[in-house]
């Protein structure tokens, strides 16, 4: 009797453990079709290949525990397919490296460019050097565009500065460093340079904070908790553009430190042991050594286009609440275009002009919102579309059905900025094309 019954508990837990089996495997592989058809989705959009940083996955390694796809603050760009980590729409991953750290196996690492598509940068050594003696690239112009890792990088690249410095004599310049680009790096290392006792100066073509500035108020930052030299550690998660800002603003004033905004450096050259660096308008700033911390956007690409040089054109948005009742025409196809006919649709009458037949770069939270409002009116989608001429009240476009014009107070350009490899290769500055480098893994 004893063993009918041990036999039947025997039974019945082989059964239960069997059932539970069947139902993660068939739970498993519901979960990876899903995955599989966004895979495919993203592929048909051409949002499949990155192109900047991103996670390269190691499928021997990966043990598909999920870590790196809760970790990660945007949606779908990771996802499980048959017990694998894999990478869904790579082209809305920002390279915050979350997912790489949050691995229980380091099976992630961070890559530039792929196989097939490639990523220009230029040549930065360990101690943050360029090829040309005494100019130091941080943050992300050499592939660290995430805030917390920019920071970090404007930090370092002091080190390798003040190294340099002390093999160079001293000579009468303005400063010991000329820190070109006022964003996370640029602020970090000033701070930093500041800290350890060099004299420096920090120039912006634009304003304090860098692309973060173009960033609309209520944009939100996503960042980690770091330290700012002169300031101490901040614990930042979903930060407002407006509140980091702040931060910057108030460990700046601590250390003394004033950004020169609108001055745009033009030229870079070396003269005996110091730089002499050219701003438009005709002043030179000499320095000790320079550190390059501009974002690779660059200069905002302008339409090359008749009235493009009207006050109500602009290339940034940055407080939407401003403007109200009126006729708005966004220009661009990708997210920032996106995002900002969405903040201004509210208020206004907004227009989205775009080149192509479809939003094809933007993300999948980004395609949800602009399709409702486009659906609801709120925005009226132009495809195919190109801006001819703006005038002071309307816009001329052309279209597949012939030239049309629209009623207009304000012109909103968002399609994609000169990247600075021109300047770069005038300083002397060699530019590379990489097909996935690793830029950072895991070391025990």
Known sequence: MDLMIEAVIYGITALFVMGTLVVYIRKGQKASD???????????????????LHPYINLSS???????????PEKDILGILDGKATIINATSCIGHGACFLACPTEAISLRIGTESRGVELPHVMPN??????????????????????????????????????????????????????????GIAAALRAKEVGLTVRIVDQES??????????????????????????????????????????EALRRMQISVEEG???VGIAKEGSSFQSEVVGGERISSRSVLLAIGRRGTPRKLGVPGEELSKVTYKLIEPELYQGLDILVVGGGDSAVESALLLAGDNRVSLSYRQ???????????????????????????????????????????NEGERFLANDQVFIFVGGELPNAFLKETGIEVTTHFGKTVKKHTK
Request: aromatic share 4%; hydrophobic share 40%.
């Open 34 to 52: 899903e995955v599989r058809a966004k895979v495919k989705t993203a592929k048909e959009l051409g949002m499949h290949e990155p192109i900047s």
């Open 62 to 72: 990966c043990m598909g525990s999920g870590a790196c796809i809760r970790a990660c």
């Open 128 to 185: 943050y050097e360029s090829n040309v003696s005494g100019i130091f690239i941080a943050g992300e112009l050499g592939g660290m565009g995430l805030i917390k890792n920019a920071t970090e990088q404007g930090i370092q690249s002091i080190e390798g500065i003040t190294r340099f410095l002390s093999t160079v004599p001293k000579n009468d310049t303005d400063c010991d460093v000329l820190i070109v680009g006022s964003g996370p790096a």
């Open 208 to 249: 304090l904070g860098g692309t973060v500035f173009t960033f609309p108020r209520q944009k939100v930052v996503m960042t980690k908790p770091m330290n700012i030299p002169g300031y101490g550690k901040v614990h930042l998660l979903n930060t407002s553009k407006k509140e980091l800002l702040v931060i910057w603003e």
């Open 263 to 265: 001055k745009r450096i």
């Open 357 to 399: 037949g479809a939003l094809a770069r933007i993300k999948p939270d980004n395609r949800t919102r602009i399709d409702s409002a486009i659906e609801n009116g709120k925005i009226t989608m132009l495809f195919h579309s190109q801006v001819l001429e703006i005038s002071g009240t309307e816009v001329k476009l052309s279209t």
